[in-house]
C-alpha cells in the first residue's frame, strides 16, 4: 500500500510531464471507485492547463490555471503510470487522462486500481480547506509544524498505543503500516507504549526517526525513477531498504534477538523486543 514516500515518488515522476500541459481529452472507463468519479470532470477539466503536482498526505494534487485542483488517490492498490503513446488499455484502466505538453508531445495519465479503493477527484481550489478527504488531515511530518509541541498537544487528547497514534491520519498525515514499525524501530520504542507515558527524549526520537526514514524513502524511489515512463506501471511502488517490517523471525541488525510480529488494530506490527522499549 502506497505511504508519504511512494506517493510523492509519483508526484515527482507526474512533475516531469504535467507542469504546462494542457487536458486534451479524459476517459472515465470505470467511475465507481471507492467513491464514484463525479459526472462533470471532463467539462471542468479539458482543456485547462496543469501546474506542479503536490502532495498532501498520502493525496496528490494537481492544480491547474483555471482554479481547479485535480486529485488522485492510489487506496491499497492504485497505480499511476505514464505513456507515450496509450495503445492497449489494460484490465483495471479505470481513469486516462491526455495531456499535450508545451513541446506538443502527448503523454497520457493512467490510473490503474485492481482493488478500486483510490479515489479520483476535482475541485475549486477556494474549497481545499473543506474537502471531505483533506479536511481533517494531521500535520505534515516532513514540515517545520511537527514538532514535540503538537505531539503533546495531540497526547493529551487521547491515550493510546504510539503505533496507532503514528498511523492516525488526523493527527500525521502520510505515514501508514509499514513505515510506522520502521519509525518506532528507529526511535528505540516498543509499538504498544501507550503515548501519554511517553517522554520529551522519546517524542524527539520519534519525529527525528519519521523525517529520516521517510526522507530516505523519498530518496530511494526518487533513483528508483530512471525516466518518468514506466512501462511496467510500477510507478511509486519500489524496494524500500527495510529493518523490520516483514522481518519476523529474522535476526535484529542492532542486537542479533529475533524479530516479533504481533497483530495490532488488525494490522501486522513488527518490532525487536529487546532494542524497542
Ligand atoms: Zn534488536
Known sequence: MPELPEVETVCIALSKVVISSRVKNIKVLRKNLRWNIRENIQ?????????????????ILIPTYKGNILLLHLGMS???????????????????????????????II??????????????IKDIENHFLLQKLGVEPLSND?????????INKRSKCIKNFLMD?????????????EILYRAKV????????????NLKNIIDSTKYILRKSINVGGTSIKNHLQPDGKLGYF????QVYGKQKLKCNKCNDLIKKIITNNRATYFCNTCQK
Open 43 to 59: 467539462t471542468n477539466l479539458e482543456q485547462d492547463i496543469l501546474k506542479k503536482p503536490y502532495r498532501r498526505g498520502k493525496y
Open 239 to 242: 524496494v524500500q531498504e527495510l
Open 190 to 201: 516498543h509499538p504498544l507504549k501507550s503515548v501519554d507515558s511517553l517522554n520529551k527524549e
Open 111 to 124: 490510473y490503474n486500481d485492481p482493488r478500486r479503493f483510490g479515489y479520483i477527484d476535482f475541485f475549486n
Open 78 to 108: 492504485g497505480q499511476i503510470k505514464i505513456k507515450s503513446n496509450n495503445n492497449n488499455t489494460l484490465k483495471h484502466d479505470h481513469f486516462i487522462m491526455v495531456i499535450e505538453t508545451k513541446k506538443n508531445k502527448d503523454y497520457s
Open 146 to 154: 511537527f514538532t514535540t509541541d503538537y505531539l503533546q498537544k495531540n
Open 169 to 181: 491520519q488526523s493527527i500525521i498525515a502520510g505515514i501508514g503500516n509499514i513505515y510506522a514499525s
